[in-house]
């Protein structure tokens, strides 16, 4: 069963930076497509970031465009998304999951979620 913690979260000042790691265990990164997620208090979860399970493909929040970079080290069976810029409206818990190959554009299709990581972007 494929398993996911997320790190690197924490309190950063408005333009500064963060990278978040997804790591996998279980069983091989390199099956699955990765999203990036996050949910502020009181909103609904929204998509970030998606990585296909090759690489050859990422899609980004328009909100994030320009910002935010995801990657993925297969080796290594982990997923980041490397933050900068960030602003308050970035403020959020950050999840990142697991679902086979291809990214989707639906929050239920993934089936994998790891437990999340507090990103507060405050001066």
């Known amino acids: 069963q494929l398993q996911l913690v997320e790190s690197g979260g924490g309190l950063v000042q408005p333009g500064g930076s963060l990278r978040l790691s997804c790591a996998a265990s279980?069983?091989?990164?390199?099956?699955?497509?990765i999203g990036w997620f996050r949910q502020a208090p009181g909103k609904e979860r929204e998509g970030v970031s998606c990585?296909?399970?090759?690489?050859?493909?990422?899609n980004y929040a328009d909100s994030v465009k320009g910002r935010f970079t995801i990657s993925r080290d297969n080796a290594k069976n982990t997923v980041y998304l490397q933050m900068n810029s960030l602003k308050p409206e970035d403020t959020a818990v950050y999840y990142c999951?697991?679902?086979?190959?291809?990214?989707?554009?639906?929050?239920?299709?993934?089936?994998?979620w790891g437990q999340g990581t507090q990103v507060t972007v405050s001066s």
């Open positions: 999951a697991a679902i086979l190959f291809h990214c989707s554009d639906s929050v239920r299709s993934y089936n994998a």
């Open positions: 990585i296909q399970n090759s690489g050859s493909s990422t």
């Open positions: 279980g069983r091989a990164l390199n099956y699955y497509a």
